[in-house]
């Protein structure tokens, strides 16, 4: 991808989700490859229940587990040999689930979805994203039921109930979560329009994209300060 100066060394495979697990797992996750080099990346595709995995989801949901989405920035991180293993190796669920949604809209910028059908399922899953914002915040502040929140992506989003079910199940046990996916992108879309802003002529995407992933998994802000950083640098 010519927006990207970093690549991944690692290679990443596509792999069913192993039949022990897959009804009670998400319908796609990502495993990194291991440090030596003996397992490549994995991208696990949840196949128990077909009509939870609509194919205009497929490209979208590939560009967030794979190549530009997880597996190159969680290798990217992992193959930083001048940094300490905890940046290396951590995570920072606003930092990585916003790369892996900010994952699935650059495509978009660089022409690369292959129809409307595909650039469809992409607007979904950011529908999905937007209204898990607010069955979180009323789950954990405004004390919504169970029932109420299942409720409400079930009227909103193109999800089946059983989907959404599952999804509700896992933001009750974890505050938060779903709602730092898209505080995440937002603030990666921010920093690129201001870096952009800042530099005019100068800016390169490409620049951008390797401060992002070259310094492993780091909090929101200490991000912002790198991408100032680098863009009083690029200033001269």
Partial sequence: MSCFIPKPKA????KAVE???????????YQRPAEDGSRPGTYYANLYRMQDM???????????????GHHMQGTISQEQQGLPMFRR?????????????????IPKEMGLYSNPY????????????????VVDTGLHHKRWTREQAIDYLTA???????????AIERYMIMPGQATAYKVG????????EK???????????????????????????????????WVAETQG
């Fill in 11 to 14: 290679r990443v495979k596509v």
């Fill in 89 to 105: 190796h951590g995570g920072y669920t606003a930092y990585s689930e916003g790369w892996g949604l900010y994952s699935e809209y």
């Fill in 195 to 229: 870096a952009r802003a800042a530099l005019g002529d100068k800016f390169d995407i490409r620049g951008y994209h390797e401060v992002v992933l070259s310094n492993g998994a780091v909090p929101l802000n200490v991000l912002e300060d790198l991408v100032d950083d």
């Fill in 156 to 166: 909103n989003t193109s999800s089946s109930v059983e989907a959404n079910t599952k």
């Fill in 19 to 29: 039949a022990f697990r897959e009804k009670s797992a998400g319908r796609a996750f």
């Fill in 118 to 133: 595909s650039d469809f399922g992409r607007l979904s899953m950011e529908i999905w994203r937007a209204c898990r914002l």
């Fill in 185 to 192: 992108m937002l603030k990666l879309l921010e920093l690129r």
């Fill in 54 to 68: 609509p194919t205009y989801d497929l490209e979208a949901l590939a560009y967030h587990e794979g190549i530009p």
